[in-house]
């Protein structure tokens, strides 16, 4: 069964350093997200992204933030400088049409120390 | 420790018996719902989805019930298994925008055995 796949399963960064976290939507899936859960809260929406443009982005998704979809398969967020706060639980998302379900992939846990 | 943000509503439930997990969504234009179950450590988790054109869905030992005169959607679990413990969250899209998927707080199912 096609999946999302995220990497690192688990990130360590100190403050103020860049992170990118990676991921590989579901192949023939053209809506990309990338959202946040800190512990014990809900999923936070980020951003959308369709046809290699951001088409939405929540107030968290700051300067600080980017995405790429540097080729065919891989979609990346980036952390420009990380905050304390930055800590959480980031996942990937890929849907179909955008009108469908959002198939999630098992997550990136990143800890800013 | 400290449990900042560990706020979830928790269900407990005898194994064998039936769960109701109740959820209110925010828009009422939201056209088409999810159910994901999220189980500790990994991503959401698809479970069942019923457009705003209908009031109820069943699957396999789960009904989704829609009410959108008071925005609320429930899930009801059949004969709850131990394998059923995890965070339930409902999920709303609007697809008539922007396609995201917006969700819930979350509850905690806890099935005793």
């Known amino acids: 069964e096609p999946e999302v796949t995220q990497t690192p399963s688990h990130q360590v960064t100190q403050m103020g350093q860049e992170v990118i976290l990676r991921c590989v939507p579901i192949s023939n899936h053209l809506y990309f997200y990338w959202y946040r859960q800190i512990l014990g809260q809900k999923v936070e929406f980020l951003v959308s992204f369709y046809n290699n443009e951001i088409s939405e982005k929540s107030e968290i998704f700051d300067d600080q933030f980017s995405v790429e979809r540097p080729d065919g398969s891989n979609f990346t967020l980036k952390i420009r400088s990380t905050k304390l706060e930055d800590s959480a639980m980031y996942f990937c998302?890929?849907?179909?049409?955008?009108?469908?379900?959002?198939?999630f992939g098992q997550g990136t846990r990143l800890t800013v120390v | 420790g400290e449990n900042v943000g560990l706020h979830l509503p928790t269900l407990s439930v005898q194994e064998g018996d039936n769960s109701i997990i109740n959820c209110a969504y925010s828009?009422?234009?939201?056209?088409?719902f999810i159910w994901y179950k999220q189980e500790s450590g990994k991503g959401p988790q698809f479970i069942i989805d019923i457009r705003s054109n209908m009031d109820k869905r069943q699957g396999q030992r789960v009904t989704v019930l829609l009410n959108k005169t008071v925005k609320h959607l429930s899930l009801q679990i059949a004969a709850t298994q131990p394998g059923d413990s995890a965070v339930y969250f409902c999920a709303e899209i609007f697809s008539g925008g922007y396609q995201k998927v917006t969700f819930g707080t979350g509850t905690k199912l806890q099935v005793i055995p």
């Open positions: 998302a890929s849907s179909l049409d955008g009108r469908t379900e959002a198939f």
């Open positions: 828009n009422s234009a939201s056209d088409y």
